[in-house]
């Protein structure tokens, strides 16, 4: 579950890492009182979507006189931001963040997340903040500082000495003292909030040698949020997908994509197989959608009811291989599907495993249209057939 900005603040400054002063709003006229209750000029509006590049989308504009903040804000609310991680089609901007404007003497890079190669989580660190960490990482891998930090002992103090000694010109003791500091209550927030992500950038060494978290990007893992009720209360749903919100409500592993060929699969292998399946075939994924093995009736017409909302969709393929979930189930489903939905789209169903036999029973003496693939290859030619030509 991605935080928007002010709500990873909130949670940062609970763990004792100092955030600039600030005020969430949703008018030109409340940007206004904030800006007139916060220290400066500078004012500092920050639109709060959940995507990165905010910046070159023009969604973080710098006022120096409450007036100016008032109309940033208003040239942001209610329009689509586009940033490059966000697709051409932006996302809607319904809260922009006033705070106040800091004095900048150097801008740092910190994180923590878990590296799959060492099982272990990983404190990233550089001295190119306010950057995109991948471009620093390709252009001056050297730069970008990695310590990982064992489970078993947690955060020790060397962790943090290890990182900030590198720093060239290093800072003076006081200011090391607090970034050590900032270091070891973002490794605490990491852990104790069940973080997938928690990022720093740029972490700001201030012109008096404060530290200060000027944005903050963090991810709950969604495994997790049974346990952490206070980040689970923060979830915005206007951010998500209306698809993959609907799905979620049924308790189906959905991710919408920008592809044309719908997909329906039991196992997430299985589900990037059928991907790879319909790349292969000339066609782009619509979606991935994993029933898994205990999906019901109902659930399997919920999941054919989400893929036919999608307008891109030219075509569907069921790709179920049964074992837990029985192929008869699956047929069913998907009849149920079809008579709540017209299905004006082709449809490729490809059956193995238990009960195999009765569910291409169920189908065949359906009214249903629809294309039998007898194995994977047979259904990348039927899948080939149906695709636009460009």
Excluded at 14 to 20: E, G, H, R, T, Y
Excluded at 217 to 241: C, G, H, T, V, Y
Excluded at 262 to 271: E, I, R
Aim: glycine share 10%; aromatic share 4%; hydrophobic share 45%.
């Amino acid at each position: 579950m991605k935080l928007h900005e002010h709500q990873a603040k909130t949670l940062l400054r609970s763990f004792d890492i100092p955030v600039p002063e600030g005020r969430l709003v949703e008018t030109g006229e409340d940007a206004l009182a904030a800006a007139r209750e916060l220290q400066g000029p500078p004012w500092v509006v920050k639109a709060q979507v959940h995507a990165g590049g905010r910046g070159k989308g023009g969604g973080v504009r710098v006022a120096q006189s409450p007036e100016e903040a008032a109309e940033a804000a208003r040239s942001i609310l209610g329009r689509p931001l586009v940033t490059p991680q966000t697709g051409p089609e932006g996302k809607p901007v319904h809260s922009v963040l006033v705070e106040e404007g800091v004095e900048i003497a150097r801008e740092l890079y910190l994180a923590m997340v878990v590296d799959r190669e060492s099982a272990l989580p990983v404190m990233i660190f550089s001295q190119d903040g306010g950057m995109e960490i991948e471009e620093v990482a390709a252009r001056s891998p050297e730069r970008v500082l990695k310590q990982p930090i064992s489970p078993e002992t947690g955060w020790m103090p060397f962790c943090g000495r290890n990182l900030v000694f590198r720093l060239d010109p290093l800072p003076p003791p006081e200011t090391l003292k607090v970034l050590t500091a900032a270091m070891a209550g973002l490794y605490r927030a990491f852990v104790e909030l069940d973080c997938s992500l928690a990022e720093i950038n740029p972490l700001v060494v201030t012109t008096s040698g404060g530290v200060l978290a000027v944005d903050a990007k963090m991810n709950i893992d969604d495994n997790a949020l049974f346990r952490q009720k206070r980040a689970a209360a923060m979830d915005d749903p206007s951010e998500k997908d209306p698809l993959e919100l609907k799905a979620g409500a049924s308790n189906l592993n959905y991710i919408r994509l920008d592809g044309n060929i719908g997909a329906m699969v039991n196992g997430a292998g299985l589900a990037m197989a059928t991907m790879d399946v319909i790349k292969m075939a000339g066609a782009e994924p619509a979606n991935f959608l994993d029933v898994g093995g205990g999906a019901s009736e109902e659930m399997i017409t919920r999941g054919f009811e989400i893929i036919l909302e999608d307008p891109k969709v030219e075509a569907i393929l069921i790709n179920i291989f049964g074992g837990i979930l029985r192929c008869d189930v699956l047929a069913r489903g998907v009849l149920a599907a079809a008579e709540k939905t017209a299905i004006g789209v082709p449809l490729i169903v490809r059956l193995e495993g238990t009960n195999v036999e009765e569910g291409r029973r169920i189908l065949e003496s359906s009214s249903l249209a629809f294309l039998v693939a007898r194995d994977i290859s047979e259904a990348a030619a039927l899948v080939t057939r149906q695709v636009s030509p460009s």
